[in-house]
């Protein structure tokens, strides 16, 4: 079982910053492939990003590529994203989400790859 509580989130103009932190319960954390997903009001969930178990491999939304960083520690248990460059269009609340099963990076923006979830962090990036 592992529980995932995100943080970081918060209002910020366009072409700011902010880093999303996900803190991991249990002492697998290290096994798991690690992705953020987010959804605006009205629409589907969306991938963002996704990261190896290792940190090796990442994979990114090409909406958000050059923009934001996936990134973890796993000594802290902790997958991090620093979103920079940010966009009205960004608006969402943001999940992190835990994979035991890593498939190919690039197979990891499917959700139902996804064992747990977090209650996700509301960004609301304004104009």
């Known amino acids: 079982q592992v529980q995932l509580v995100e943080s970081g989130g918060g209002l910020v103009q366009a072409g700011d910053s902010l880093r999303l932190s996900c803190a991991a319960s249990g002492r697998t954390f290290s096994s798991y492939a690690m992705g953020w997903f987010r959804q605006a009001p009205g629409k589907e969930r969306e991938f963002v990003a996704a990261i190896s178990w290792s940190g090796g491999s990442t994979y990114y939304a090409d909406s958000v590529k050059g923009r934001f960083t996936i990134s973890r520690d796993n000594a802290k248990n902790t997958v991090y994203l620093q979103m920079n460059s940010l966009k009205p269009e960004d608006t969402a609340v943001y999940y992190c989400?835990?994979?035991?099963?890593?498939?190919?990076?690039?197979?990891?923006?499917?959700?139902?790859?996804?064992?747990?979830w977090g209650q996700g962090t509301q960004v609301t990036v304004s104009s």
């Open positions: 989400a835990a994979a035991l099963h890593y498939k190919a990076i690039a197979s990891m923006t499917l959700k139902t790859l996804y064992d747990y």
